[in-house]
């Protein structure tokens, strides 16, 4: 079945620096892979998603970007706000089937300012 | 507005206790999904369900069961609650899967068995 790597596990910023998150998977079929954000005490909520005919999205600050040969997509936040703060959660999807989401492990995002 | 809600925020339970934990979802989602979370272990699925009366085991499912009888509502259940099953426990909905399987997560229960 799919397998998604998520790294780095913590990762710690200044303010206004960028920040970058990246997910490996091993299934060539998925095609699609949303991103998630946690805040503390909340449960995880959809930021943005990128599926596999687009190779990068963009959504004010944040953007996605998708490369399937390798089959890995990262996650851009630039201009980092102490509210960026949260654990991101990456994910992909075959989109076919009753076949759920396959989540990675997380990685802690601290925004220092 | 999107809302999934789950029955308690922090729950309580002694070992060899039967603990139900619920699910609603306001969204008519065909989908529910059943996690837990832990510290470095990311969220990992116990149970989901695609339609009334329909379950799959996900990648945990020792320990645990499910009832949906109704489409808005999903039930965990902990038929004997042991103390390496205290964790948080999200919920999540979606439309359908692939293009549609947008989760939308509850605020999750934290539960502690003692």
């Known amino acids: 079945g799919e397998n998604v790597e998520q790294h780095p596990s913590t990762l710690s910023v200044q303010e206004g620096d960028s920040a970058v998150i990246k997910c490996t998977y091993s299934d060539s079929a998925s095609n699609y892979f949303p991103w998630y954000k946690q805040e503390l005490g909340k449960g995880p909520q959809l930021i943005i998603d990128?599926?596999?005919?687009?190779g990068e999205k963009k959504d004010q600050r944040i953007a996605v970007t998708l490369n399937k040969t390798a089959k890995h997509f990262s996650l851009h936040i630039t201009e980092t706000q102490p509210e960026d703060s949260a654990v991101y959660f990456c994910a992909a999807s075959k989109g076919s089937g009753n076949t759920p989401l396959v989540f990675g492990k997380g990685t802690r995002l601290s925004v220092i300012a | 507005d999107v809302k999934v809600t789950q029955s308690s925020r922090y729950l309580v339970k002694r070992t060899g206790e039967k603990v139900f934990l619920e699910c609603v979802q306001d969204m008519d989602h065909e989908n529910m999904f059943w996690y837990r979370q832990d510290p470095g272990l990311g969220l990992r699925l116990i149970y989901f369900s695609y339609d009334v009366k329909m379950k799959e085991k996900g990648d945990i499912p020792e320990g645990y069961s499910v009832s949906r009888e109704k489409k808005e509502r999903f039930s965990l259940i902990l038929e004997s609650a042991s103390t390496n099953q205290t964790s948080m426990y999200l919920c999540?909905?979606?439309?359908?899967?692939?293009?549609?399987?947008?989760?939308?997560f509850g605020p999750g229960t934290r539960l502690t068995v003692l």
């Open positions: 990128i599926r596999s005919n687009v």
């Open positions: 999540a909905s979606s439309l359908g899967f692939g293009d549609t399987d947008t989760q939308y």
